[in-house]
């Protein structure tokens, strides 16, 4: 029987908390190997374990996996979230980078200095409300299916879900006007291992605050 799969990586969400939510929903047990100081990377890139001398670095079924879009597409074709042909897999690749140009600006916002927040948070409204909430709003009427893709669950519906949830955090308002959004994030949340992912005490990441990074900027070397 196959261990379960190890995650290393920070105690943040960054680059794996999209991994976390894929295999929370698929409802496959992990383990994460958590960096928590310099010596902790150093150790590991001179393991050379590190491909590029980067994390994250995920180990499953007998490899040593990095770069997140490699893992994040191994996982979702393993656990049949990545569409059933090459069209509806060209759908979700193009709505998950989508997303990923919108999630840039949200990962960085806790780092800004606190005098650039406000532009920075009105950049992040900006292009959620006029740019991409409205992009995924029109997918979803346009099919009137329950899910992005092929009316079935996908790693964009998931990854979807995931960019709302961050984005309530920084402004509860943002998926006012979007009410189909709003459903799909339902709908995803009442899933069972979605239900208990999203419950205290799981192994989702909490919203990094300016504490957090003073912290982690004395435990590691930028």
């Known amino acids: 029987m196959a261990g379960k799969p190890k995650l290393h990586y920070f105690n943040t969400r960054g680059r794996v908390e999209s991994l976390r939510w894929l295999l929370a929903t698929a409802g496959v047990e992990f383990e994460e190997i958590l960096i928590t100081c310099q010596e902790d990377l150093d150790e590991l890139k001179s393991s050379g374990r590190l491909m590029f001398q980067q994390v994250p670095m995920v180990e499953i079924d007998g490899m040593e996996l990095v770069q997140t879009r490699?893992?994040?597409?191994?996982?979702?074709?393993?656990?049949?979230?990545?569409?059933?042909?090459?069209?509806?897999?060209?759908?979700?690749?193009?709505?998950?980078?989508?997303?990923?140009?919108?999630?840039?600006?949200?990962?960085?916002?806790?780092?800004?200095?606190?005098?650039?927040?406000?532009?920075?948070?009105?950049?992040?409204?900006?292009?959620?409300?006029?740019?991409?909430?409205?992009?995924?709003?029109?997918?979803?009427?346009?099919?009137?299916?329950?899910?992005?893709?092929?009316?079935?669950?996908?790693?964009?519906?998931?990854?979807?879900?995931?960019?709302i949830y961050h984005l309530e955090e920084l402004d509860p308002s943002l998926t006012s006007n979007f009410p189909l959004l709003k459903a799909l994030q339902t709908r995803i949340s009442n899933l069972p291992t979605v239900k208990k992912f999203l419950q205290p005490g799981s192994q989702r990441k909490p919203l990094l605050t300016a504490e957090a990074i003073a912290e982690a900027r004395k435990a590691f070397r930028f």
């Open 70 to 163: 490699a893992i994040l597409n191994y996982f979702a074709s393993k656990h049949n979230l990545y569409g059933k042909d090459l069209k509806e897999r060209a759908l979700i690749d193009m709505y998950v980078e989508g997303m990923a140009d919108l999630n840039d600006l949200v990962v960085v916002f806790p780092g800004h200095p606190p005098e650039e927040k406000d532009a920075k948070l009105a950049l992040i409204r900006e292009k959620t409300t006029n740019r991409y909430f409205p992009a995924f709003e029109k997918v979803l009427k346009s099919h009137g299916q329950d899910y992005l893709v092929g009316n079935r669950l996908s790693r964009a519906d998931i990854q979807l879900v995931e960019l």
